[in-house]
């Protein structure tokens, strides 16, 4: 990317919309990109930390593993602009998780010790980056209380109703994808995707899922 193409890249990221050109051009020349290809890691469980990214495009996912070696995935999807995995790298600490990336991925890049000075010198960013980093947690607290305390069926239907508010009511992801997000099998998602497809609620086109009563969705999701 250009120094102007990144200048109005970052411009649209929620945690540095509040920055003026001149600041903008600062934080442009700081960065730096890197290309992922399908199922390279970005950040691997347990290593140290050097960068800070933000999503330019592509798909990836995180994912940590259980105590008994089970891969949980945390999120599949990212918006363009999103941060990445940037608690680790202000905790100074090894990260707690992975991301991976599923497709052809893009990503602007951020040395430690730049990201954090630029951050100390407008303080602005630091307040918006709490806001996302709090929503992220808000959400992951929700998918916490729904894979201890909810069936597959109603654990499912939440992912797929949070993915349609953030994305759009045509869901680019895989069976495999969604059984990793819940908890569950390929077989068994399969089978409650079967099901809201005979009850006209859904709907498949190569290989994307298309909501098509969000509302019937939302009421099965609650058990109701």
Do not use: W
Not at 25 to 46: A, D, H, M, Q, V
Not at 58 to 69: E, I, N
């Amino acid at each position: 990317m250009q120094l102007t193409e990144k200048i109005e890249f970052l411009r649209k990221s929620p945690i540095f919309s509040t920055l003026n050109q001149t600041e903008l051009t600062e934080l442009s020349k700081i960065c730096g990109e890197r290309s992922l290809k399908p199922n390279e890691f970005l950040i691997r469980e347990g290593e140290d930390c050097y960068y800070f990214y933000i999503l330019v495009e592509g798909k990836l996912r995180t994912f940590l593993y259980s105590s008994l070696g089970k891969e949980l995935t945390l999120i599949t999807f990212f918006r363009s602009g999103e941060i990445l995995g940037p608690t680790s790298v202000f905790r100074d600490r090894p990260s707690s998780g992975s991301i991976q990336a599923l497709s052809e991925t893009k990503v602007l890049r951020f040395k430690k010790e730049d990201i954090i000075s630029f951050i100390l010198n407008h303080p602005q960013v630091s307040l918006e980056m709490i806001k996302v980093l709090a929503a992220r947690v808000s959400e992951l607290n929700r998918r916490l209380r729904d894979v201890v305390g909810e069936r597959v069926e109603q654990r499912l239907f939440r992912v797929m109703l949070t993915l349609s508010h953030r994305y759009g009511t045509t869901l680019n992801i895989t069976r495999h994808e969604l059984a990793e997000m819940v908890g569950s099998t390929t077989e068994t998602v399969i089978r409650i995707l079967s099901s809201l497809k005979k009850r006209k609620i859904i709907a498949s086109i190569r290989g994307k899922i298309i909501i098509l009563d969000e509302v019937k969705l939302r009421l099965l999701s609650e058990g109701l």
